[in-house]
């Protein structure tokens, strides 16, 4: 290879490593075995004229200024506040529960008391985990919890994680907020914005350099294998020296010779109709629905002024390499960590192998942490 450094992946942490390398002056080659740029933030425009995004719903949010400016800085943006919903019991709530949920829900002599001792309980707070909520002395106050547990969290995380309702512990809910006001909005961060026109032109910005090229369809695992002594890469059987950001997973890199990584994948059911409007807001879940945990309806994520609604009703199951299910969500247990930390030792041994990314880093990470990680790893390149 002619180039300077090879990425492996073409989603958003290959591309930013991409373009930085590339502003200094590094002639960078991406391979991407997908058709398309952009990872799982990909979008595009389907027979409907709808802009939908393939892998599932992405808007971006974040805590950190400076993280913000750099997304803003490829492509337009605009500020946007996602929301979303949940249907259980055939009523519509929005997610994070919040006071509309205690109105639809409970009678209105019930819903007002409830409402004033949240208030009471959590003083000068705007929300609490549900966790705590759960623990409350007060029995009312713990009800409401117990009841949005068993209609709508233990439900959905089962079918979420393919696990029996028994198997549920509480204690993942020790993130999800619940709200003591009327605000919605599902995320709560000071930073939230959508691409104007789409991911893809985002990521065609910032890939626009003359010194990135992409191969597209191109397996890197056809080509990039490790050495007997577990030290050097060889690449179309000939070791190489030059930098190789790794983002693809990492079991498979060392052939699964430790056994397979876990992971939870999705299979997505599109679907077209003819109405105006399918759904209170773009993404709403339905706890207590067969098989499917959530539908995204597109021309909602932002507001689309186009004729009839595509939407995506999302199935989660295992993933499996050999039935073309992709890896999303890592399966993160005591033991999958510790077999991910083997595949990191090893990766370790070959010096000029840099993984990076949802899928090389075993990790769950928004866009915004993905973006930070990317920027973490350019930091610490010796190059
Ligand atoms: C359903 C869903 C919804 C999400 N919603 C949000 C959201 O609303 N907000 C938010 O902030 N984040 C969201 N995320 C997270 C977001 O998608 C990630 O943070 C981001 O895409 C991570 O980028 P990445 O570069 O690490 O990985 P990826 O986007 O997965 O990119 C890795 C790329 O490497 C390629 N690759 C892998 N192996 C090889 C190989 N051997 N050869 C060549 N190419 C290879 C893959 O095809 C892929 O394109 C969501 C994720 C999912 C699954």
Known sequence: MDKDVLIVGCGLCGS?????????GLQVQIWERRNHIGGNMYDYTDEHGILVQKYGPHAF???EKYLCEYICHYGEWHPYKLTCGAMFD????????????????????????????LLNAFEGQSTATVLEVLQHPDPDIRGYAEFLFQKDYAPYT???????????????????????SYDEGYFDDPYQ??????????????LDHPNISIKLEQDALEFLTVSSSGTELFLDGKSISFPVIYTGTLDELFGCCAGRLPYRSLRFD????????LQEVPVVAYPQAPG?????????????????????????????????T???????????KQQYMVYRGMAEKIPNLIPCGRLADFQYYDMDQALKRALEVLDSLQI
């Open 16 to 24: 930013v490593i991409a373009r930085e390398l590339a502003e200094k």
């Open 61 to 63: 949010h974040t805590k």
């Open 90 to 117: 055939n009523k519509y709530t929005p997610t994070p529960f919040n006071f509309t949920t205690i109105d639809t829900f409970y009678p209105k002599e019930s819903a007002t008391k409830l409402k004033e001792k």
């Open 158 to 180: 089962a079918k979420q994680w393919g696990i029996s309702l028994s198997e549920i512990d509480p204690s993942v809910l020790k993130r999800v907020p619940l709200r003591f």
């Open 193 to 206: 914005e959508m691409p104007v026109n789409s991911f893809d032109a985002f990521f065609k910005s910032l």
């Open 270 to 277: 599109w679907k077209y109709e003819e109405k105006e409007s």
């Open 292 to 324: 499917y945990t959530r539908i995204t309806e597109y021309k909602k994520l932002p507001y689309q002024d186009v004729r009839g609604t595509s939407y995506a009703v999302e199935y989660p199951l295992p993933y499996q390499l050999e039935q073309e």
């Open 326 to 336: 992709e890896p999303y969500y890592p399966v993160l247990t005591e033991e999958s």
